[in-house]
Structures are given as C-alpha cells and as structure tokens.
C-alpha cells in the first residue's frame, strides 16, 4: 500500500513533527494569552487612564490582565505618561529584570514620541528609544477603551509567535 487510503500521503517525519509542535504552540500560547500580568508603569496623567482601566467599568480582569508591583512576576509592562530620561534609566532597569519573555505597551502621546512636552530638554522621544515596543496605544490620554484593544492587540501577537521565537513588530492600535 502507498498510502493513499483518501488520508492524503505524508512527506515524511518532519511534517509529524510540525504538527505536532504547531498545535503545542497553540496550547502554550493559548495559556499565555490568558494569563497576562502587568507591571505598572505610571508617570503622569495616562497613569490615571491605567488605574481607570482596572476599574469596573474597563475590567482587565476578565483578560486575564492581572496587574503585579514586581517586574520579577511581570509578564509585560504598561508604560504610561512622560518617560523623562531621569526615570528612563528606571524604566530599563525595571525592564531588564523582568523575566522572558516579556512586551511592551506604550500608552499615550508622551510615551510614545514625547508628547506636548518633546521639546523640553528632560523628555525622552518616546519609549522605543529605551526599550522595544510591542503594542503603542496613542491618545492623549488614551480612553480606557484603547488601552483594552491594545491589550487584545498583544494577546493576539502572543498567539500568533511560535515556540521559543520572537518577533518585535511594533503594532499600533487606531484611535
């Protein structure tokens, strides 16, 4: 017999073993996605719009978004506000202790390229010039809203990586 009982044929043990680790890439990031912990990253008026978004109204929770004040349990981190370069080398800091792997979002206008305050000689030009950004949520300041579809667009980039790779794509989401 060839094979060919109206399954199809099979090219061979690679393609066993592509399914296979396809689908355990589904699962891995199916637990991922659901299980998001955030550091809190607060640093001037969208700090106000995160803590908003932890309220009942927004409700992360149900995203399984569970926010954590050590980057040690942080599975990503939600930097809010104007990022002066004082607070820049914190926000490293904090970043690199975080274990892998570990994403980005950038909430609001000062996060993301510096605002109304970019000409000011304190202001970083956004987060990106410290840290990769994985999702930016622009606005000023953004509606809890926004930042829940940037958390969705993070949850779908999680699902979409494959086991142990990483690809840093910035996504944007639309105001």
Not at 32 to 48: H, K, P, T, V
Not at 103 to 125: E, R
Request: aromatic content about 8%; glycine content about 12%.
């Amino acid at each position: 017999m060839s094979g060919t009982g109206g399954h199809g044929e099979v090219g061979g043990a690679g393609d066993v073993t592509l399914f296979h680790t396809s689908q355990l890439d589904e699962l891995i990031n199916l637990a991922r996605q659901n299980s998001l912990w955030y550091l809190l990253f607060g640093l001037a008026c969208c700090g106000i719009e995160l803590i908003q978004t932890g309220g009942p109204r927004a409700d992360v929770m149900r995203f399984g978004a569970i926010p954590r004040a050590s980057p040690r349990q942080a599975d990503f981190m939600i930097v809010a506000g104007t990022l002066t370069y004082k607070m820049a080398l914190r926000a490293k800091l904090l970043y690199d202790q975080m274990s892998e792997p570990k994403y980005v979002i950038s909430m609001g206008s000062c996060a993301n390229c510096g605002g109304l305050f970019q000409l000011a000689y304190s202001v970083c030009d956004g987060v990106d010039k410290v840290i990769p950004v994985d999702v930016y949520v622009p606005g000023c300041p953004p509606r809890p809203e926004a930042l829940t579809e940037g958390l969705v667009k993070l949850q779908e980039k999680i699902q979409q990586e494959k086991w142990l790779v990483r690809k840093t794509e910035p996504v944007g989401v639309r105001a």
